[in-house]
C-alpha cells in the first residue's frame, strides 16, 4: 500500500498546548511571527494511524487500571528488527517508562551511589549535565574533540585517564544532541573496549536512532560485544520520532536478567511509573506498517531540510561554522568567529536574532558557550524564512 503524508502545512499551534509556539520574547519586532526552533519537538502533525489507534480506544469510554496488551511488545521488537537490525529482543528485556528522561535517571540510580562520578560527553544535551549535579552526582566531563576533517570524536585517551582515577558510569547520547553525530560502529566498539576493561556501566540514550541520515546507521550500543549487551541499559521511544512529547511513553532495553530486576523495581518503587492508555495506543499506532512509512518520509524531508540550512550557513555566513548533517533534526552552529570579527557578543547576537522572529537555542547549556541549536524539523519554507531572516537581519545585516 502507498502511502502519502503531509510535511508541507505548517500548523498554528498556537493556544493548543506548545511550549515552543506560546512562546514569544517580549522584544519580538512587529511584524515579524516567530519561528520556534528551539524546542525539540517537531512542527509536523503526527502520523495518522496513531490519531486513529487513540480514536478508536477512545470510543470505549471506561478508562480503568488495565493489562499491557501482548502486542505492546511484539510491535516494539519489530520495530527494532526493522529499523536497526536487533535480533534476539524478547518481552522480558523490555520496561515501560514515562520518559526516556526518567528512564536515564532511574538506570543511572541503579549504578551509582551519591558522590560517584559519571562520564557525559561536552557539549551534550543540557539535562544530562543538570540531572547529574542535582541528584548528587559529580559529571565527568570528556570533551569532544574535532579531528582534521571537522567530524567531531570521542576522545578514547582522555576517556580512560578518568575511568582509571575510578568513573565507573558512561551516559551515552546516540545520535548525539546537540551535534548531530551518528557513532560509526568502530567508535561504539572502542568505546566499549574501554569500558570493558574498567568494568563500567553504560546508559544510552538512544531516543534519536530513527532519525539517521542517508550514508549512516545507528549502531546500538548493546549489538557490539556481550559485555556491551549485558552492561548496558537503553532507551528509545516513538515520542521523539513520532512527535508525542505530550503523550509521554517510552521505553527500555536490558539483556541482563538480574540488572533488569533490579531496574523494574527502582522504576516503580514509588508507582509513579505505570504505563497509561493513550500512550500504548499511541505507540502500537506509531510501531505499525503505516508509522514506518511516515518516519521513512519524515526522515527524508529532515534531511533535506538540514542539507538546505548547513549549505546556506557555510555559503551566506561567513565567520559562522557547522557540521555535516548525519542525524537527528537538530544542527549546532559555532559562531565565535563571527563573533570576534564584528565585536558582538554571543547574547547580542541571540537577541538579535529572537527579536527577528527566529527562535533559536542558546548553546552555553550543551556547554557550546560560543554556539546555538537550531531545530530543523519544520516544513521547508518555514527553515527558508528562517535563514533569509538570519541573512538578511543579523549575520550580513546592519544593527
Keep these: 500500500m502507498a502511502y502519502e503524508f503531509d510535511f508541507v502545512t505548517a500548523l498554528d499551534r498556537k493556544g493548543h498546548d506548545s511550549s515552543a509556539a506560546d512562546y514569544e520574547p517580549a522584544y519580538l519586532r512587529e511584524g515579524f511571527d516567530f519561528i520556534p526552533m528551539a524546542v525539540a519537538d517537531m512542527g509536523f502533525?503526527?502520523?495518522?494511524?496513531i490519531v486513529e489507534s487513540i480514536k478508536e480506544r477512545l470510543e470505549h469510554p471506561?478508562?480503568?487500571?488495565?493489562?499491557?496488551?501482548?502486542e505492546y511488545y511484539d510491535v516494539i521488537i519489530k520495530w527494532q528488527e526493522r529499523k536497526h537490525?536487533?535480533?534476539?529482543?524478547?518481552?522480558?528485556?523490555?520496561?515501560?517508562?514515562?520518559?526516556?528522561?526518567?528512564?536515564n535517571v532511574?538506570?543511572?540510580?541503579?549504578?551509582?551511589?551519591?558522590?560517584?562520578?559519571i562520564m557525559i560527553h561536552t557539549p551534550i544535551y543540557a539535562s544530562f549535565r543538570r540531572n547529574i549535579k542535582d541528584l548528587g552526582w559529580?559529571?565527568?566531563?570528556?570533551?569532544?574533540?574535532?579531528?582534521e576533517n571537522g567530524v567531531y570524536r570521542m576522545d578514547f585517551e582522555d576517556m580512560e585517564k578518568e575511568f582509571k582515577a575510578g568513573c565507573r558510569t558512561l551516559l551515552f547520547c546516540s545520535p548525539h544532541n546537540p551535534l548531530g553525530r551518528v557513532w560509526e560502529k568502530w567508535e561504539v566498539e572502542k568505546m566499549m573496549e574501554l569500558c570493558e576493561k574498567y568494568e563500567v556501566k553504560v546508559v544510552s540514550d538512544e531516543i534519536w536512532a530513527d532519525f539517521v541520515f542517508t550514508g549512516h546507521k545507528h549502531v546500538p550500543v548493546q549489538s557490539v560485544s556481550e559485555y556491551a549487551k549485558m552492561n548496558t541499559i537503553a532507551l528509545y521511544a516513538p515520542s521523539k520520532t513520532f512527535n508525542l512529547a505530550g503523550m509521554m511513553g517510552s521505553y527500555s532495553i536490558c539483556y541482563n536478567p538480574y540488572l533488569q530486576a533490579r531496574y523494574a523495581r527502582q522504576s516503580y518503587l514509588t508507582m509513579y511509573n505505570k504505563m497509561t492508555l493513550p500512550s500504548m495506543y499511541a505507540l502500537l499506532g506509531a510501531y505499525s506498517d503505516e508509522g514506518f512509512e511516515w518516519a521513512k518520509q519524515l526522515i527524508a524531508t529532515i534531511e533535506g531540510n538540514a542539507k538546505y540550512a548547513v549549505d546556506y550557513i557555510r555559503k551566506n555566513f561567513e565567520g559562522v561554522t557547522v557540521g555535516d548533517p548525519e542525524g537527528t533534526y537538530v544542527i549546532f552552529v559555532d559562531t565565535k568567529e563571527w563573533c570576534?570579527?564584528?565585536?558582538?557578543?554571543h547574547d547580542e547576537l541571540f537577541k538579535q536574532a529572537m527579536s527577528y522572529g527566529v527562535g533559536w537555542q542558546d548553546g552555553v547549556?550543551?556547554?557550546?558557550?560560543?554556539?546555538?541549536?537550531?531545530?530543523?524539523?519544520?516544513?521547508?519554507?518555514?527553515?527558508?524564512?528562517a535563514m533569509a531572516r538570519l541573512d538578511k537581519y543579523v549575520f550580513n545585516g546592519e544593527w
Excluded at 106 to 117: I, N, S, T
Design 365 to 385: 547549556g550543551f556547554k557550546g558557550n560560543t554556539h546555538f541549536r537550531i531545530n530543523l524539523a519544520q516544513p521547508r519554507h518555514r527553515v527558508e524564512e
Design 85 to 103: 537490525g536487533v535480533t534476539g529482543l524478547k518481552k522480558e528485556n523490555i520496561m515501560y517508562h514515562h520518559g526516556v528522561h526518567g528512564g
Design 45 to 49: 502533525k503526527t502520523c495518522p494511524a
Design 62 to 70: 471506561i478508562f480503568g487500571y488495565f493489562p499491557h496488551k501482548e
Design 340 to 345: 570576534e570579527k564584528h565585536g558582538k557578543t
Design 106 to 117: 532511574h538506570a543511572l540510580r541503579l549504578f551509582c551511589h551519591p558522590g560517584d562520578k
Design 138 to 147: 559529580n559529571a565527568v566531563e570528556s570533551e569532544l574533540v574535532i579531528d
